[in-house]
T-cell receptor, first 116, second 113 residues
């Protein structure tokens, strides 16, 4: 069975500092990986996705993530954060379709707080 | 613009009452999903449907029911059998290709009176 572990439940960072949100997954087969962002009282918005090819993936809002197959990791990074990046971030993995629908497994989330 | 509409945004349930959460999408997606979100637990799958008139239980289906009579609509009923219904409920949809992302609505927050 697949699982996703987000190693930090909360990450406080000062504005304009770099940030890394860590995600590790377990799966015995090839996977597709996603990062989503959730602002307060809203749904999830896709930040970026890894499907195949280059292991460095660029997303929206200046975020990027690196897929590392040997370490089964997919860490999210941003070189300089802004107050508006304050949100909860979810890592998700899928490798299977269950009866025509996509089976996504989510991590527990990381709450990113940007301080002025 | 295409998207997913969930209503209401806030909902209150009395003891012993069933309540229904609405989810409508105009993305022409075949697959639809319901998730429950609790603080610190991420998202957990309640039910999913890959096609009209067919749906399957997810990881935490007990106390919930769904229907899929139209491609665009996938309502979730929280029954009185669900003893801890207070949570944030998210509806999502996707096309039936493995590597395509799910699209989410803005959620319904359910509380107990």
């Amino acid at each position: 069975a697949q699982s996703v572990t987000q190693l930090d439940s909360q990450v406080p960072v000062f504005e304009e500092a770099p940030v890394e949100l860590r995600c590790n997954y377990s799966s015995s087969v090839s996977v597709y990986l996603f990062w989503y962002v959730q602002y307060p009282n809203q749904g999830l918005q896709l930040l970026l996705k890894y499907l195949s090819g280059s292991t460095l993936v660029k997303g929206i809002n200046g975020f990027e993530a690196e897929f590392n197959k040997s370490q089964t990791s997919f860490h999210l990074r941003k070189p300089s954060v802004h107050i508006s990046d304050t949100a909860e971030y979810f890592c998700a993995v899928t490798s299977g379709v269950i009866q025509g629908a996509q089976k996504l497994v989510f991590g527990q989330g990381t709450r990113l707080t940007i301080n002025p | 613009d295409g998207g997913i509409t969930q209503s209401p945004k806030y909902l209150f349930r009395k003891e012993g009452q069933n309540v229904t959460l609405s989810c409508e999408q105009n993305l022409n997606h075949d697959a639809m999903y319901w998730y429950r979100q609790d603080p610190g637990q991420g998202l957990r799958l309640i039910y999913y449907s890959q096609i009209v008139n067919d749906f399957q239980k997810g990881d935490i289906a007990e106390g919930y029911s769904v229907s899929r009579e139209k491609k665009e609509s996938f309502p979730l009923t929280v029954t009185s059998a669900q003893k801890n219904p207070t949570a944030f409920y998210l509806c999502a949809s996707s096309i039936q290709i493995l590597n395509q992302p799910q699209h989410f609505g803005d959620g319904t927050r359910l509380s107990i009176l």
